[in-house]
């Protein structure tokens, strides 16, 4: 079968041998899969010895076509899914850093997303992976683990569904997908949310689903734009006493700002990855609509990968989407 392989920092596409079914799990016959940015910075910053470890695609859509299992699935089942789960068990989960831990780490789909077939074991089918409902597309639906992402950087900042954050204004800055899908969920935690970004295709395509710029103070400030200055204009846009959310790699380390942090009694606080809880908020969040997320892809097929990272990384397209 084909698959997606990083070789001499090149994307290619390979011929593997399709993935078996020896314990408990799932083969799933691969309908789609999204391109995060994640990948970019891998393939970007990838060492020769790294290579053959870098699995490339992880927002998958496909068909359950074999399985043994405890849970519910069977199969024929159309599902969505995302690639890491925790143990639940150790100190990083304890504290609720599920991202960081060991088994959320090394977790992960068989051979990667960028494939025909795919294998997923039982925990991804307890955890990370979703029937995808009729009502969406299916390049709508594989943004249930980049939403999920998102959603858990709206957590870590302190909003919760329960909350009222109807006074609280929150600026994204960078309006790539995954900006103006935070601003989208913010909007569906009842939070008013603007945007920022220093390219106008970017923030006049923003403006088609009501997100715009306005001078103002923020309360929290959402960082998921690639560049080492971001942090300059975060810390022009938050009040004091806010919180700024680093939500993303940046090319050159920024530094640390002590007196600003310090004497304006600013948080500044991470989010990296996607925890259970924040899977299912996002799949309530896709299939009731409460995030708009339709036309923001550009389907690309298999073959066709390494011109979807090509046009993703001069910001030709907004989302690519591969289609398999
Ligand atoms: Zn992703
Ligand atoms: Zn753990």
Redesign the pocket.
Known sequence: MKSAKLINSKVVITDVEKPRLNSKGAIIKVFGCGLCGSDIVKIKHATPKDESSIKLGHEVVGQIVEINTDTDFKKGDIVALGHHY?????????IGA?S?????KKSNIEPCGFSEFIKVDENHLKYTVYSVPKNLEYQEIAYLEPLACVIRAIRRAGYTLDSDNSKSNSLVIGLGSIGLITAEALKAFGVKAFGYDINKGRTDFAKKYGVEFKKDSYDCIFMTSGSSKAIDTALEYVRNGGKIIVFSSVENDSGYRNNDIYYRELSVIASYSPSVEDYKISYDFLCNKKVNVSDTTTIYSLDNLPRAIEDSICGKIFKAYIKI
């Open positions: 925790p143990c639940f068990n150790c100190d990083y989960c304890r599920y960081m831990c060991e088994t959320f």
